[in-house]
């Protein structure tokens, strides 16, 4: 399911926002990796090329060796987690929208038509209750971390500003939840994601 006119802008941002948080993701994963590697394996090689008699190529890989255990990337899990939860957030809101989420209908498809109708609209609207319910306590959250001052324990930076996903993520999702309920309440289709052919956002007559 796309969004109108007015709203494209909204999509577009929430896909951008998360391929930007799982690009980001993977560069500091993939940069810490690396760094890992070679420290493990340039001690040895310092080792080695000094016992063999290369003096110099043992200087050169000790002065790489030093330089890179200068670089310190001890806060790399840490935004790595941080990353990961935002675009989490912001991938369940994503789901709603492009009917990702995995869901038991055996049930509800056995239902008269519009029983299945009302039921489909209520839990579409629990989604709402519980989604909005979820990011007035992410507000309340945010409003405390932000008047304690609290900072995280490696990068230091506030939690305010790494909590704020909760009420954003968690009012997006509602604001899905209810534009997902509108669709289905004129048009009686829902949002479905084939995976065999990676269509999105393709509707299907429930």
């Known amino acids: 399911m796309t969004s109108g006119p007015r ?15 799982m690009g980001l993701a993977t560069l500091v994963i993939f940069v810490a990796v690396v760094h890992r590697y070679l420290l493990s394996h340039l001690g040895g090689l310092v080792v080695w090329t000094h016992d063999a008699g290369y003096d110099d190529l043992s200087d ?36 709603v929208r492009t009917g990702i989420h995995v869901g038991v209908d055996v049930l509800v498809n056995r239902l008269p038509p519009r029983a299945r109708h009302r039921m489909i609209l209520f839990g579409l609207y629990c989604g ?14 945010v409003v405390h971390l932000f008047v304690s001052g609290q900072v995280s324990a490696v990068l230091e930076a506030p939690m305010w500003l790494i909590y704020l996903c909760l009420p954003l993520g968690s009012f997006l999702m509602c604001f899905r939840f209810l534009q997902v309920a509108a669709h289905f309440s004129k048009t009686g289709t829902l949002p479905h994601y084939d995976p065999a052919s990676e269509v999105m956002s393709k509707e299907v007559r429930p």
């Open 128 to 141: 709402v209750i519980f989604t909005a319910f979820v990011g007035w306590l992410g507000t309340r959250l």
């Open 60 to 95: 050169v890989l000790r002065a790489i060796y030093f330089w890179l255990l200068s670089i310190r990337l001890t806060w790399a899990q840490e935004l790595c987690i941080y990353l990961f939860v935002w675009m989490a957030k912001f991938g369940a809101a994503y789901g």
């Open 7 to 21: 709203l494209r802008w909204l999509d577009r941002l929430e896909e951008n926002l998360i391929a930007t948080l």
